[in-house]
């Protein structure tokens, strides 16, 4: 019974080592992805106000 018991410990441990990995990946991937987004977003907010200035209603970027 006690190596049952020692390959559960190690099972354990891997599958909690590979959420701490999951977390630590989805953690990092989501803050990039935000900064990306307020980056776009920011960018939009610019061409936007580049119309306004010189009296264009419409503003197209490609």
Do not use: E, P
Request: aromatic share 16%.
């Amino acid at each position: 019974m006690g190596m049952a018991r020692t390959a559960g410990d190690w099972a354990f441990k891997a599958f909690t080592a590979g959420l701490g990995v999951a977390t630590i990946y989805l953690t990092a991937s989501f803050s990039f992805n935000v900064y990306r987004g307020l980056a776009w977003h920011n960018a939009q907010s610019k061409d936007v106000s580049v119309g306004l200035r010189n009296n264009v209603t419409h503003v197209y970027s490609f």
